[in-house]
């Protein structure tokens, strides 16, 4: 149950009526017809700018069509208390308590298909979102774009589309030779209380490569440290695993 869309129907139905009643000419199309919510400040539910599309075909003022168009209304509608007329023609519906309280025992009774547009065609996304590069922990950008595209995945599935999230690792090129030398020279600081050659502008001085580096140690035991050249590829194989693992966390939190 959409209030705009159900009111949007009754007054293109009363303007079809009107029209085969010789009461109104109606351009070919009732697209620009539009229902929406009011400004506050006019203390109405519903607003629709109707007089203002047709009253060019009707060589009428919109305001003075728009009255035509609200007795039509009332008349119709007994959920209706009252229907304002605001310039430049714009029509403002304030229904009835009653109007709310079937409302919400519509929404009661409908609970798992409130708020589906059944309307739309239902088509397949695929949202990304995140994908950050696999160097390290997320921070507060990346949380903001994980929530937006989530609720934007979760919006489309409400509405039964069908939806594929996507976080795409970006483990290849420049940035990750660089973090698993990085994690390779954490290594060697944990493993053989080498320094970190932190001067390196391209390396990633980050703390938490030393949980890394500590955790990749204790799992590949048999694995040997002393060149970089001959582990490189593993080594990074393993350093994007444990970035992973972090993400994944930072995104389940």
């Known amino acids: 149950m959409n209030i705009f869309n159900q009111y949007l129907d009754k007054i293109k139905k009363i303007v079809l009526d009107l029209s085969k009643n010789g009461k109104l000419i109606l351009p070919d199309k009732l697209d620009g017809i539009t229902t929406e919510i009011p400004p506050s400040k006019f203390n109405s539910d519903i607003s629709t700018n109707v007089a203002m599309v047709l009253s060019k075909a009707n060589k009428k003022s919109p305001s003075d069509l728009a009255i035509t168009l609200a007795d039509s209304l009332k008349q119709s509608d007994e959920l209706i208390e009252d229907i304002t007329i605001i310039k430049p023609g714009f029509i403002n519906i304030k229904f009835k308590p009653i109007f709310w309280t079937n409302f919400v025992e519509e929404i009661i009774k409908n609970s798992k298909m409130f708020g589906i547009n059944m309307k739309e065609k239902k088509n397949s996304y695929l949202v990304e979102f995140v994908s950050a590069n696999p160097t390290g922990p997320l921070h507060v950008g990346h949380c903001r774009g994980a929530i937006l595209g989530d609720v934007i995945a979760n919006v489309l599935l409400f509405n039964k589309h069908k939806v594929i999230k996507e976080y795409y690792v970006n483990d290849y090129g420049n940035q990750i030779i660089n973090f698993t030398k990085s994690v390779y020279f ?21 703390d938490y490569l030393i949980d890394f580096a500590n955790n990749i140690i204790t799992s590949n035991k048999d694995l040997n440290f002393d060149k970089y050249e001959d582990i490189s590829e593993k080594l990074t194989a393993l350093s994007i695993e444990q970035a992973l693992l972090l993400i994944k966390k930072n995104l389940k939190s």
């Open 186 to 206: 954490r290594i060697r600081e944990v493993k053989y209380n080498e320094t970190f050659p932190s001067e390196n502008p391209v390396l990633y001085p980050g």
